[in-house]
């Protein structure tokens, strides 16, 4: 399988470079996985396609600021840490520019002091393991100091900070958004849940490497990043029942598919835990529980890609998105929805 089967060419301008005033205002482009007619429509009208006794799985997860703008204590040089990754006693890997002013001893400072840092190591792929020192709760400070990680696609400055997380957001230790639940308000959840549509809520930490692009030619040779999940026991539960009736798993993102895929047991039920994940879902995976996604449209030759054609079929995924092309929809983080079905 070639990563060159999942390019489409797709216009710059159609970048979503902020986000609907609207939440629930976004396009939807509904895809019927056994046909490959695609309908549009918009996302308030989710529920329509949505059945009493479905379950609905979210990511909770909750973006931290992880952008800090800082300098070297010696010489007053600029320098950007994006944080990745919380190890422990304040060690973070991290991803710092420029990486050449960062070696091992390398002092930092935030906030005219008000978050200082040391570079511990250089591990893989020239990433920094970083120790950082404070008085007080590092959350807040971190809130009083960075800035939301938008992926580099997006060339605006984002105006609310609030509006890179979904309205459920919880657990903090994203790098990124799940992006797909950018377009759910309370109200329309709240609709939702009283149609009779279960609501599980589970938790993976997005890493920056969702935006890595695949460098290898054969798909399969793809190594695929690490990213920390949880599942309670409740939102177990939640799930098992709908699948045991007979009811549809309806993944709100490809996230929150990563995550009750990693869960799954041999016995097609959700197992409550905690753990690193690293599974890479393409055309040819078997799903143990999801039924249906809400997702937003990918980059060319990206695992997002893979992974909505591996429930879809290729042809048909990239049938649809021409089609998103040629009607003019809204891609990326901030763009409009697509719904598998």
């Not at 692009?213 to 939102?235: A, G, I, Q, R, W």
Request: net charge negative; charged share 25%; aromatic share 8%.
């Amino acid at each position: 399988m070639n990563v060159k089967d999942f390019y489409f060419d797709l216009p710059q301008e159609l970048i979503a470079q902020d986000p609907l005033e609207d939440r629930s205002a976004s396009r939807l482009l509904v895809l019927n996985k056994e046909t490959g007619e695609v309908t549009h429509k918009h996302f308030r009208d989710i529920k329509e396609y949505l059945k009493p006794g479905d379950c609905l799985v979210i990511n909770d997860t909750k973006v931290i600021p992880a952008r800090l703008f800082g300098t070297k204590r010696d010489t007053g040089a600029k320098i950007e840490v994006l944080l990745l990754k919380r190890r422990e006693n304040d060690i973070w890997e991290t991803l710092v520019k420029p990486g050449r002013k960062a070696r091992p001893g390398t002092e930092l400072e935030f906030g005219e002091g008000l978050l200082k840092a040391t570079v511990v190591d250089v591990i893989d792929e020239g990433n920094r393991l970083i120790q950082f020192h404070y008085d007080g709760i590092f959350e807040e400070i971190l809130d009083q100091l960075g800035q939301m990680p938008l992926p580099p696609y997006i060339t605006h400055q984002l105006k609310d900070k609030d509006r890179y997380q979904t309205v459920y957001a919880r657990h903090q230790g994203s790098a990124a958004a799940p992006t797909a639940g950018l377009h759910f308000t309370r109200e329309l959840l709240t609709e939702i849940e009283e149609m009779g549509v279960e609501i599980a809520r589970v938790t993976l930490h997005v890493g920056l490497g969702t935006f890595r692009p695949v460098k290898t030619e054969n798909v399969l040779d793809h190594h695929m990043h690490s990213e920390f999940y949880m599942v309670e026991e409740s939102e177990a539960q939640k799930v098992n029942r709908a699948k045991s009736s007979g009811c549809r798993i309806i993944c709100v993102g490809t996230t929150s598919c990563r995550t009750i895929e990693s869960a799954a047991g041999e016995d097609g039920l959700l197992k409550a835990g905690s753990g690193w994940t690293e599974i890479f879902i393409y055309p040819g995976y078997q799903f143990k529980l999801l039924d249906c996604l809400i997702t937003n449209f990918h980059l060319p030759e990206s695992t997002l890609v893979m992974l909505v054609s591996a429930l879809a079929g290729r042809e048909q995924v990239l049938s649809a998105y021409g089609e998103a092309i040629k009607e003019r929809y809204r891609f990326f983080s901030f763009g409009d929805a697509m719904l598998v079905i």
